[in-house]
């Protein structure tokens, strides 16, 4: 962690950053406390993260909150969670409308509960023409089931004729993710020190730069954060191209 606030290039913010918010459990474990008291501290850290975004000009933020792995955890700590998230839709939306941000929710929320989903689309209504920054929320999601949901309607598309299956790109598969329409991340941030991606965003993070903290969420600030927004502009972004290919190729399209 920092002891400053590093110097940021606001010219160079990542348009997206995806964070796989990890630690509450350990965070607890380590002050002799329930597992629910850390995911409730971890909502501190929600709330840190989305305004610095905000008021920084970062376009996209993806958090992912609860995973499809997630519901094999005990029922009380599964409702905790569930009526945390509740809490913090109405807690937030008054922010939410005054900094004009959007929210959009991604996964199977059907498994939600009926008060949930309720919450979850008013909000949803409410904040859609919010034109400042949209947080996308990860929800009862799964990378390896949104490619498996993608793939079926693309499938269901084609045998309709509605697709020709010889024009099918990256691109065109794109489309049919949860995510269609949202850039996918320049940067995913995972805390915790865990070196994985538990099934998070497996198309979208093809390119994205992975910077990993040893930092638990409920400890995650604004000032790690922007520890994290600084490595990542001390990154080549180079996407398979040799540097010297990629600078010709940006003042090509300069001119």
Not at 54 to 77: D, H, M, V
Not at 146 to 170: F, H, N, T, W, Y
Not at 226 to 239: G, H, K, T
């Amino acid at each position: 962690m920092g002891a400053t606030t590093p110097n940021i290039d606001l010219h160079r913010l990542p348009h997206h950053v995806a964070i796989i918010m990890d630690g509450n459990g350990r965070w607890a474990q380590r002050r002799g406390i329930t597992r629910v008291e850390g995911h409730k501290r971890g909502k501190d850290s929600v709330r840190a993260v989305v305004e610095t975004s905000r008021r920084l000009g970062i376009k996209y933020l993806s958090l992912f909150a609860f995973s499809t792995e997630n519901w094999q955890r005990p029922r009380r700590e599964v409702e905790a969670l569930m009526g945390l998230l509740r809490r913090y839709l109405r807690t937030e939306l008054r922010k939410m409308m005054k900094n004009e941000i959007r929210l959009l929710a991604i996964g199977d929320l059907t498994r939600l509960p009926p008060a949930l989903q309720a919450d979850l689309q008013s909000t949803i209504d409410a904040t859609k023409n919010n034109p400042g920054m949209t947080v996308v929320l990860a929800v009862s999601y799964g990378g390896r089931e949104d490619m498996v949901q993608a793939a079926r309607k693309l499938a269901c598309d084609a045998r309709s004729g509605r697709i020709d299956p010889e024009k099918i790109d990256a691109r065109v598969l794109d489309g049919y993710f949860s995510t269609a329409g949202i850039p996918d991340p320049d940067l995913l941030i995972r805390t915790s020190g865990e070196m994985r991606i538990s099934n998070f965003f497996l198309w979208q993070l093809a390119y994205s730069e992975i910077y990993v903290t040893e930092t638990l969420w409920p400890d995650f600030r604004e000032i790690e954060f922007m520890d994290a927004l600084a490595v990542f502009q001390q990154r080549e972004r180079r996407f398979g191209r040799i540097l010297e290919h990629q600078e010709a190729e940006q003042l090509r399209a300069a001119r």
